[in-house]
């Protein structure tokens, strides 16, 4: 589904991305951890191609979005993506925002739109706040909105950068619950995030990545339980 | 010191022309200037560099050169080559008009680029491409913050239109002008026109302010 391939990256002569690897398989949840600086980020944001390619490939379905010929737009209509601080539309109601891209992009109507959009609310329970502005929302409640929002489109990836990182503690778990439920239902999902609770529950498979390689990858109860690698152990030493 | 009002009445109806025409002026070179200034700035954001250099030089030569100067250039240059002869008022018209879009490209490109890159990259998330991500996330969002910034600019646009009256656009100052000149009287007609001037700038401020207020309340 996804196929990454020797892919790196520079910000000038800084180089974050060293030569990445990955395939993730259909309805896999693939969790990336790592230090700050690891490159984990720039890693998610280089599969839509937010971040230029400095070298290699990435594959979406077969589709090289390195390749110049590539419609970017078409494979990012696929490919979903929720932000750790959140960028919901200021000047847009909840449902505005999340009927947005249908509407524009998909070119659906109006009452389609609305119906999806509203069933979409439900399932992540903000049904109660269509018609409110993001700004009196909750941080909680943002990120879930964002989640519909990014489903709206119907993709068949879902990328997470950090989701619950900008979050209140107490606000952690609903929005996990929601992703939790993705993954249930199998979307084929990579999620950047500190929560190791929950890259040991939802993961099929955790990454850690440091210094702009993938130090390890394993199932979440071997990586967390036995780490083969230093680097690894010395991480996960500072964090559990 | 006597206040010869007399005088202000008889020239009534010539000030009244002028301020027709200094509201038209005014008009035109904020219609003009903005849909000017809005096609610059984006010219000016631009990637490529190369591209993005005669905007560029657009704005440094009309922002760093006085306008006085620009309408004498204009007026006395560049009109007579396409049109034959010179003519006050297209020379005023498309001077200040030059003028403010340079200013006006600024406004838009700070507006555009003050938004977060975050409402881009996730407008670009969703499969919309870059010009309906300007279109329904950032130009709406940016616009209001533009309203300041412009309103200022038009204010500014009104007041140096008298600047027209050196080349005998009849506009305010043309009329202002020629009442000292007739009468030697100093405070009768200056005073007169800065009246005038302060009810114009006043409105629009106060129309600036009513749409400022709604924007926010929405």
Redesign the interface.
């Known amino acids: 589904m996804i196929k990454v391939a020797n892919l790196q990256k520079s910000f000038g002569s800084h180089k974050v991305l060293n030569g990445i690897d990955v395939i993730v398989q259909p309805q896999e949840v693939v969790v990336v951890i790592g230090p700050s600086g690891s490159g984990k980020s720039t890693f998610l944001r280089c599969i839509n191609l937010l971040e230029t390619i400095t070298d290699g490939h990435v594959l979406i379905e077969g589709m090289d979005i390195t390749d110049k010929g590539t419609d970017i737009n078409k494979v990012r209509e696929e490919v979903g993506m929720v932000f750790q601080h959140f960028n919901l539309f200021p000047h847009k109601t909840v449902i505005e925002n999340i009927m947005l891209a249908p509407l524009k992009v998909r070119g659906i109507d109006e009452n389609q739109a609305r119906a999806k959009a509203m069933e979409l609310l439900k399932k992540v329970g903000l049904e109660d706040k269509a018609e409110a502005y993001p700004a009196s929302l909750s941080g909680g409640q943002k990120q879930r909105v964002a989640i519909a929002r990014a489903l709206a489109m119907e993709p068949k990836i879902m990328l997470f950068d950090e989701p619950t990182s900008a979050l209140d503690p107490e606000m952690v778990g609903e929005v996990l619950e929601v992703i939790k439920q993705l993954a249930r239902e199998g979307m084929t999902m990579v999620v950047v995030t500190h929560e190791m609770g929950f890259a040991k529950e939802v993961g099929d498979r955790v990454i850690f990545m440091d210094s702009g390689l993938i130090i390890e990858e394993n199932q979440p109860k071997e990586l967390f339980e036995n780490p083969q690698h230093e680097r690894t152990q010395a991480f996960l030493s500072k964090i559990l | 010191m006597d206040f010869r009002f007399d005088i202000i009445v008889e020239y009534s109806p010539y000030l009244l022309k002028g301020t027709l025409l200094t509201i038209g002026l005014s008009l035109a070179g904020i219609a003009i200037g903005t849909i000017l200034g809005l096609f610059i700035g984006l010219g000016k954001m631009q990637r490529r560099k190369l591209l993005a250099w005669p905007f560029d030089w657009y704005i440094t030569f009309f922002r760093g050169t006085p306008l006085f100067v620009q309408i004498l250039l204009i007026h006395f240059g560049v009109v007579p080559v396409f049109l034959g002869q010179t003519n006050g008022i297209v020379a005023t018209i498309i001077a200040l008009s030059l003028n403010a879009a340079a200013y006006i490209a600024e406004i838009f490109r700070a507006g555009i680029q003050s938004i ?1 890159r ?2 881009m ?9 870059h010009v ?1 991500s300007m279109r ?2 950032i130009l ?2 940016a616009s ?1 913050r533009m309203i300041p910034p412009l309103g200022n600019e038009f204010i500014v646009l009104i007041k140096e239109s008298s600047l027209a009256a050196i080349v005998a656009t009849p506009e305010i100052m043309y009329w202002g002008r020629s009442m000292a000149g007739q009468y030697y009287r100093v405070w009768e007609p200056y005073l007169t026109a800065a009246v005038i001037y302060l009810i114009l700038t006043l409105s629009l401020s106060f129309l600036l302010n009513l749409l400022e207020r709604r924007l926010k309340t ?1």
């Open positions: 977060d975050g409402q990259e996730a407008a670009r998330s969703l499969g919309m491409s309906q329904y996330v709406p969002q209001k929405e």
